[in-house]
């Protein structure tokens, strides 16, 4: 067991209720000297995993607050060792008094992510749904959240567990018969190991062929807004993001930068970015801010291209298609401004086989249309919850892990010998390991938990 470590786990804002949290060797003996039941037992004493009314108090016997304490003995408790809570009034001031008379009373302040990192080490999570946590606590959007709360409870582990053990019984086999000639142990067939690299081969495959709407998921969809002045782009705007974020004129040219903001279009999360209009500049602000409009398009992954229904087509929108079409990127042409009369010129799609919709930003029409050709754009798939692969590093470490069996398998098929066929397979087991932890170097494992926030 470790040492006793304290912190707040919920934020650091004024709320109703805030949560002091512990863990560690004597945790219940620090909260003993700050805490006292209202029942007279000692904390050791309370019942596990239930609420008991009592009083917190500093060092100099004051009280601090009248709180709600959880006892979690181990090894059932989130970090595996014994764990304990306090649920208090959710002054910052209460909050961080009361973690000051835990630290004078022998815990430490805990580390980011350490609470979940000592569940990892301690064997209550792999590595995956370790992850899990960060990418729950993150989720902007509900296909998130589902995906998160699946890889917490284990999705991910029971896809690559089969694939694991399928490779450690093939190479633990082969091993067996080397070290012991002398036992009758039965010899590792050729159609064995191709049957478990195939297999394993599939089923990395799958993981890797979703891995971008695992992207998606998490990260969302750079999207920019482009087209000339006073198309509405940044009418557009407002109306996906649900309030005025962007100035509105009649004037043309009134956006002369880039402005960003994350919302939910057809249930994927888009970073939209409103750009200032394509157009001749007049004078070197609107220069910089039509430059980087340009630069947003080859940032982006989805494009926007918004033109005025009520206007003549000219040489500006054709040049915000030109941009679109040529960038390779997936992209919509929305056609503004429904609600006014329709210039007689505008019929038809303008791009064959581009998505044209037609919506009017003042007064919301057409929006669930474009809600629609974002998500024909961007399908959830048919990925079981919990499977998709979010992380860059698990990306990768699939990768390798693919790679290594693909190349056994062409070595079993040109005829080597099994122990240079599981070279490889050993190398894709050790990068498997990197993916669920069970191999895990200590520097990788820091890293990852250096991106949880203090009390997780």
């Known amino acids: 067991m470790s040492e006793p470590i304290a912190a707040i786990a919920t934020g650091q804002n004024r709320c109703a209720i805030g949560i002091l949290r512990l863990s560690g060797d004597g945790c219940f003996t620090v909260c003993d000297q700050v805490f006292r039941a209202d029942s007279g037992k000692t904390f050791a004493e309370l019942p596990p995993r239930a609420l008991s009314l009592g009083s917190l108090f500093d060092t100099t016997g004051a009280v601090i607050d009248h709180v709600l304490a959880v006892r979690f003995p181990a090894p059932h408790s989130y970090t595996g060792e014994d764990c304990a809570e306090f649920h208090c009034h959710g002054s910052p001031v209460v909050l961080r008094e009361a973690l000051r008379a835990l630290f004078r009373a022998g815990a430490r302040q805990a580390a980011a992510g350490e609470f979940t990192k000592r569940a990892f080490l301690n064997g209550r999570l792999d590595l995956t749904e370790a992850e899990a946590v960060i990418d729950l606590i993150d989720a902007e959007t509900a296909a998130a959240a589902r995906n998160a709360a699946a890889q917490l409870d284990g999705a991910l582990r029971r896809v690559l567990e089969p694939l694991q053990d399928a490779l450690l019984d093939v190479a633990a086999r082969f091993y067996a018969v080397v070290d012991y000639p002398d036992e009758d142990i039965e010899d590792v067939r050729p159609e064995e190991i191709a049957a478990a690299l195939s297999n394993g081969t599939e089923r990395l495959d799958r993981l890797l062929n979703a891995c971008k709407r695992g992207q998606v998921l998490k990260s969302g969809v750079r999207t920019v807004i482009i087209g000339r002045p006073n198309a509405g782009k940044s009418s557009l705007f ?6 005025e974020r962007v100035i509105v004129t009649d004037i ?16 994927t999360l888009l970073r939209l970015t409103d750009t200032a209009g394509l157009r001749d500049a007049r004078d070197a602000v609107e220069s910089l801010g039509v430059e980087r409009s340009r ?21 500006e929108d054709a040049e915000a298609v030109r941009l679109a079409r040529d960038s390779g990127k997936p992209w919509v042409f929305v056609r503004n401004k429904r609600d006014l009369p329709q210039d007689a010129s505008r019929t038809g799609d303008p791009v064959p086989a581009v998505p044209c919709v037609r919506v009017s930003a003042k007064t919301g ?46 070595a079993l098929q040109s005829g080597f010998t099994p122990d240079a066929v599981l070279t490889d397979v050993e190398e894709a087991l050790e990068a498997i390991g990197e993916l669920t932890g069970r191999a895990a170097k200590e520097e990788l494992v820091s890293r990852i938990f250096s991106r949880f926030c203090v009390g997780k």
């Open 238 to 243: 407002n109306a996906l993001a649900g309030f």
């Open 365 to 410: 029409a057409g929006l669930s249309e474009l809600e629609a050709a974002v998500a024909a754009l961007f399908p959830n798939g048919d990925s079981a919850p919990g499977t998709l692969l979010t992380d860059q590093r698990q990306e990768e470490a699939a990768r390798r892990a693919r790679d290594a069996l693909c190349r056994a398998e062409t």
């Open 295 to 315: 630069k947003a398009v080859q940032a982006a992954d989805l494009i926007l291209v918004v033109t005025d229904g009520s206007a003549a087509p000219n040489e």
């Open 252 to 267: 043309p040219g009134t956006t002369r930068d880039t402005v960003e903001e994350s919302i939910v279009c057809g249930g």
